[in-house]
């Protein structure tokens, strides 16, 4: 499911095209440098917001023939070129990079799922251009694939994410299931956070589920690849399931056993 730390890109996969792997990485690369300079480090919101502004305005230049400024735009723009990728992408996911500087808390499931279509979708979109696979069906499925791998990130790293002040349950299912962040900082597993999560892991796996035969429409390693991501997340939620929603004690990961288990599910993966 994760490549460093950034948890949606197949980045120098075994199953990724050789011939495809510099493009990929010089994207990656481009998403890991904005995510870090959104999150990392001691500098303020506003100090990130400049820095992924100057990233815009990089873009700015790609889109208008300039010379970069750094070497990773360079290589960001020889790729653009080369294969004819849209720019808004990743626009899209420097918008979503200012937004964590700034949105803490998501009001319902609308609003973080705008959030998701600029966080995680464009990768999606991006992988399909590279293949030259960006069809109106493609990029539908692959956008619900992207969602729900990124909600199905938000579930196993609650504990995470609210040690850096965020949460993004919607507030309007915690108010459903009367969770309270009053609950979340007692750092354990309440009926309540129990109950919230079994919603929300029971709609990332039906929207995960909707995207699925994406993977059985791709052909040859792409389509495999896209296999094992699918089977990824699903075992993912599996896990958060396995310890009772408890992602305080157990941040749910893969291991050897779910590779194995995973590769077994995808060889038989149906259309159903």
């Avoid at 990392?40 to 790609?62: C, F, S």
């Avoid at 803490?104 to 590279?130: I, Q, W």
């Avoid at 296999?227 to 893969?254: C, M, N, S, W």
């Amino acid at each position: 499911m994760s490549i460093d730390h950034y948890e949606n890109f197949p980045v120098a996969s075994i199953l990724l095209p050789a011939r495809l792997r510099p493009a990929v990485e010089a994207i990656y690369r481009f998403a890991r440098s904005a995510d870090d300079l959104a999150d990392e480090g001691d500098a303020d919101a506003a100090q990130r917001l400049a820095a992924l502004t100057d990233y815009e305005q990089a873009l700015r230049r790609i889109e208008d023939g300039q010379p970069a400024h750094s070497s990773l735009f360079e290589r960001l723009g020889t790729v653009v070129k080369d294969y004819a990728l849209p720019l808004q992408p990743l626009r899209d996911l420097l918008s979503a990079f200012k937004q964590d500087v700034v949105v803490k808390r998501y009001p319902n499931f609308t609003e973080l799922l705008d959030y998701c279509r600029r966080s995680a979708n464009p990768v999606g979109a991006l992988m399909l251009h590279l293949y030259g696979a960006a069809t109106p069906d493609n990029l539908r499925d692959s956008d619900a694939i992207c969602s729900a791998l990124q909600l199905i990130n938000f579930w196993q790293d609650v504990a995470v994410d609210w040690q850096k002040a965020r949460i993004y349950i919607p507030q309007d299912d915690m108010a459903n299931f009367l969770l309270r962040e009053d609950d979340l900082a007692l750092n354990r597993a309440t009926g309540e956070f129990c109950d919230t999560l079994h919603f929300e892991v029971e709609r990332a796996r039906a929207m995960l589920q909707s995207g699925a035969p994406l993977a059985l429409r791709l052909p040859g390693r792409v389509g495999w690849e896209l296999r094992l991501v699918v089977q990824g997340g699903l075992r993912i939620l599996e896990k958060i399931e396995e310890v009772d929603y408890d992602v305080f004690a157990h941040r749910p990961t893969l291991g050897k056993s779910d590779w194995l288990r995973m590769l077994w599910r995808a060889i038989w993966m149906t259309p159903a």
